[in-house]
């Protein structure tokens, strides 16, 4: 293989990185000259682009409705502090862990919603770093594959790192009582790899290992032990 085709590929394999700004100026440099005449990787970025958004939307959840009202609500019935013989630094010392615990307890009396809303979005943030590990890695290479449906997935795969990520886009959202399951082939047998979220994107949840595909089915809520209906997409892990 000549140096120019293998400066190529090396270059190739850093669009997720690109696309979530983990390069070094000297990579994004040689990377953006590549990316001109690049149509292929173009894509990529775009579709990496898109789904880290989608990521970081599901981080950055609005406060539940109320927030603002109920913290306004107790901060206003906070019992002020007597005014004589008290220094400004006593009175600021005093009021502002009175003025926080106000806070505290307006989100605390939204109960249950903020603490569901406070995981989810931690859920996603968790998500996104695992899935920034795993392209920015150095041997970070992709598998593409488009679904009968006309959705687009990509996984990317560092062998360093033993993990894969599944990026897709256009995949529709699962039925009621139905959910996307993510797995990896060892030959003719399927090993779980965890669920897929409404962002269409997840690191496995299984290492590589010797795995020779990544698929993905339809199953019944909460998962299977293995697969119950034929794989929408089966994207080979060339080695």
Not at 138 to 157: E, F, H, I, L, M
């Amino acid at each position: 293989m000549s140096r120019t085709r293998t400066e190529a590929g090396r270059l190739h394999a850093l669009s997720g990185a690109y696309a979530l700004d983990a390069l070094d100026r000297t990579e994004r440099e040689a990377f953006e000259r590549h990316l001109e005449r690049c149509p292929q990787c173009a894509q990529d970025v775009r579709e990496f682009s898109a789904t880290a958004a989608r990521l970081g939307a599901a981080v950055a959840l609005p406060a539940p409705p109320g927030t603002r009202d109920a913290v306004l609500a107790r901060i206003d019935g906070v019992r002020q502090l007597p005014p004589a013989r008290r220094s400004i630094a006593v009175l600021r010392r005093r009021a502002l862990p009175m003025a926080l615990a106000a806070c505290l307890a307006g989100v605390l009396a939204l109960g249950g919603a903020a603490l569901r809303e406070h995981q989810q979005a931690q859920r996603a943030a968790d998500a996104l770093q695992a899935i920034t590990a795993v392209l920015a890695a150095p041997d970070a290479r992709t598998v593409t594959g488009r679904s009968a449906s006309g959705a687009t997935a990509r996984v990317v795969v560092s062998a360093s790192r033993d993990r894969a990520a599944f990026l897709s886009s256009g995949l529709p959202a699962a039925p009621p009582g139905r959910t996307y399951q993510l797995w990896l082939a060892d030959g003719t047998v399927m090993r779980p790899a965890g669920l897929l979220d409404g962002a269409g994107a997840a690191v496995l949840r299984a290492p590589l290992g010797r795995a020779t595909a990544v698929g993905l089915t339809l199953e019944p809520e909460g998962g299977s032990p293995r697969p119950t209906t034929t794989p929408l997409l089966l994207l080979p892990l060339t080695r």
